[in-house]
């Protein structure tokens, strides 16, 4: 399996930004996409994940900010961030997951929100 992201970048505070994440090879049907991120010197966090039946979960720091989607025929999750702040500077990392022990990761994709 393999996650391929795009979308990060810099951006102003208050900004807007969008990740998407392809997920390839053999997936089961039923999982979890998601997003996280791992800022300096602190650990990696969940941003926001999604179910394949749309069920989703956000981080209090990104509700109301932040949607995530998905499309199951392409196997892909996006993170619409707005709002931007500079605390959401950070490698943001694509994830799916399902059953109790498959799980991959993507590279990450650096966002940093400055002036």
């Known amino acids: 399996v393999q996650l391929q992201a795009s979308g990060g970048g810099l951006v102003q505070p208050g900004g807007s930004l969008r990740l998407s994440c392809e997920a390839s090879?053999?997936?089961?049907?039923?999982?979890?996409m998601g997003w996280y991120r791992q800022a300096p010197g602190k650990q990696r966090e969940l941003v926001a994940t999604i179910t394949s039946g749309g069920g989703t979960n956000y981080a209090d720091s990104v509700k109301g900010r932040f949607t995530i989607s998905r499309d199951n025929a392409k196997i892909t999750v996006n993170l619409q961030m707005n709002s931007l702040k500079p605390e959401d500077t950070a490698v943001y990392y694509c994830n799916i997951k399902w059953g109790v022990t498959v799980d991959y990761w993507g590279k990450g994709t650096q966002v940093t929100v400055s002036s």
């Open positions: 090879g053999s997936i089961f049907s039923i999982n979890v």
